[in-house]
């Protein structure tokens, strides 16, 4: 079975440019997570998706950051325009009882 | 809203020695607490979790211990090995896995020196 999947695995990017993430969840799963990791730290929660419902945005920089997952499958996260600290990792995951991460995007800002 | 809290941030062990790295939270309603052991520049991966349900789970060499009252859990891992080495985090959810966020604590530095 193919395991979350994501891409970019690496962007680096100047700041005020724009930049989007995409994820495929394991096949199956209806929920879908987006998680920023910073270095040394946990992951954080972004946006929970439950098909193509964003069910909780309540940590989402809104000013900045959008989400969609259109037909309830893939999802794309970005960024526009991008800040020094958004600097991390970008982790999807999706479940269908435990999560599973994907690899990540290491997004670098300069 | 949920707060974990894990120690110790760094651990460092013989190989073959026992470790345990332990995580508290704050809400009473978590019922969900899942391990995530991430390599460096990997993925978080799960490597083992319980409900509130049990009071202790093992799989071979891990287990974990959740005391309900005390609002705490625990990981421990025996007969440690250098690629047990990892950053590990431990996490709470309420409503089960799917349908709660994890909330996850600062993460764990494990290394085991040959």
């Known amino acids: 079975e193919a395991g979350v999947v994501q891409s970019p695995r690496y962007k680096i990017i100047e700041k005020k440019q724009p930049v989007a993430f995409w994820c495929n969840p394991i096949?199956?799963?209806?929920?879908l997570y987006w998680y920023r990791q910073n270095l040394g730290q946990g992951p954080e929660l972004l946006i929970r998706y439950e098909n193509e419902e964003a069910v909780d945005d309540s940590q989402l920089p809104k000013d900045r950051f959008s989400a969609e997952r259109l037909k309830g499958v893939d999802s794309t996260l970005k960024i526009q325009p991008a800040e020094l600290g958004d600097s991390a990792v970008y982790l999807c995951?999706?479940?269908?009882?435990?999560?599973?991460f994907g690899p990540g995007t290491r997004l670098t800002v300069t | 809203g949920e707060n974990v809290e894990q120690h110790p941030s760094t651990l460092s062990v013989q190989e073959g020695d026992s470790a345990v790295i332990k995580c508290t939270y704050s809400d009473s309603a978590s019922n969900y607490f899942p391990w995530y052991k991430q390599e460096l520049g990997k993925r978080p991966q799960l490597i083992i979790d319980?409900?509130?349900?049990?009071g202790e789970k093992k799989d071979q060499r891990i287990a974990v211990t959740l005391n309900k009252t005390a609002k705490h859990f625990s990981l421990h891992i025996t007969e440690t090995q250098p690629e047990d080495s990892a950053v590990y985090f431990c996490a709470a959810s309420k409503y089960g896995g799917s349908q709660g966020n994890l909330i996850f604590g600062k993460g764990t530095k494990l290394s085991v020196k040959p």
């Open positions: 096949s199956g799963h209806n929920t």
């Open positions: 319980i409900r509130s349900n049990v």
């Open positions: 995951a999706s479940s269908s009882g435990e999560q599973y």
